[in-house]
């Protein structure tokens, strides 16, 4: 005899819980968490540099994940930053395992920032929390200003976009109020951070909303 | 995508599920979708047939229910589907706001078999 049973149960559960213990352990320590998302080429890292460049530099520790490369590690590296790599193999998004693992061979500042740059995807990493307080989108004019509309769910969940290449926007035909316009809708509390993340142009008003977030958490 | 990780994760909970049950098979498993997931049918399904070979999930049938996200018009409260490239209200144009409406992945309930009842 066949019976139903209800179940009700997500299946991103033990993920869920698993990030939740871990973000415990880093707020204890005070260490101030930022996934950082966006497509390949969106300038993820060049943006990431221009951040820390703002920070004091013994404050902040990095982890990189990529598929197959160690060359943004290396450059941060070479800038004296605190960076570490996490190479996934081919996966497509970083896990907490991934991140609990290589957290275990780094030392965090108290009171620290911890950055985790997400594996190029606009579609994967949006499904999975890994411990961070917030997660913030790295878009670019380049890409077009449909992204909102073509890949809502990485929008709907970020705290907030830093929208690069601006200096590029004229030749692109980017479309600033379409692309405001679906961030809003998909994410009213969002601001967006019009960038030059060669120059740094745009930086210092991301950075100060980063500060300002990190002090109330 | 990753369809292949969150098979696992669904898995462990249906065999969970079913050990706490006293199941000693599972025939059918409701999924609900939202399609913000991006989680493609065939895909699942793949993986659910070759990961649950040898447990008491093995055979069972994957029912999916898709959710369409919903978003809301701030103006007049109108709860709409989008169309593509767009998240305006159809009725008044006004530029509508998510819902968490299609964001959904859990199972629901399963169909369970006990031995000898």
């Known amino acids: ?217 | 995508m990753h369809e292949a990780s969150v098979t696992e994760a669904l898995i462990k909970i249906a065999l969970d599920e079913a050990r706490k049950n006293g199941a000693s098979r599972v025939t059918s498993i409701s999924l609900v979708v939202g399609e913000t997931t991006g989680y493609m049918a065939e895909s699942l399904e793949f993986y659910f047939r070759s990961f649950s070979k040898g447990t008491p999930l093995e055979g069972a049938e994957l029912k999916l229910a898709y959710v369409k996200p919903k978003i809301r018009c701030p103006s007049c409260g109108k709860l709409f589907e989008r169309k593509q490239f767009s998240f305006d209200c159809p009725d008044c144009g006004t530029p509508g706001t998510m819902t968490s409406v299609g964001n959904e992945f859990y199972i629901d309930s399963m169909e369970i078999e006990k031995d000898g009842k």
Not at chain 1, 91 to 106: A, F, R
Not at chain 1, 125 to 144: H, R, Y
Not at chain 1, 182 to 207: C, H, M, Q, W, Y
Request: with cysteine.
């Open chain 1, 1 to 217: 005899m066949t019976e139903r049973i209800s179940v009700r149960r997500a299946v991103y559960e033990e993920n869920d819980r698993m990030a939740e213990s871990l973000h415990g352990r880093l707020a204890k320590d005070g260490v101030f968490t930022v996934n950082i998302l966006g497509g390949p080429g969106a300038g993820k890292t060049t943006s990431l540099k221009q951040i820390i460049a703002r920070l004091p530099r013994d404050t902040v520790s990095v982890i990189e994940g990529d598929i197959a490369s160690d060359i943004d590690t290396k450059a941060l590296r070479e800038l004296g930053i605190d960076a570490h790599q996490i190479d996934t193999g081919g996966d497509c998004h970083l896990n907490v395992p991934m991140v609990e693992s290589i957290l275990s061979g780094m030392s965090l500042k108290k009171g620290g920032w911890l950055f985790i740059e997400n594996i190029g995807n606009l579609v994967c990493p949006a499904e999975f929390v890994i411990g961070e307080d917030i997660k913030l989108v790295i878009s670019s004019t380049a890409e077009g200003s449909d992204k909102p509309y073509k890949y809502p769910s990485v929008f709907q969940k970020a705290a907030a976009v830093i929208l690069t290449k601006m200096d590029l926007a004229p030749y692109v035909g980017f479309d600033m109020d379409y692309f405001a316009s679906g961030v809003k809708s998909l994410n009213p509390d969002a601001p967006i951070f019009p960038v030059n993340a060669r120059t740094g142009e745009g930086f210092d008003a991301a950075v100060a909303w980063l500060k300002s977030l990190k002090a109330k958490s």
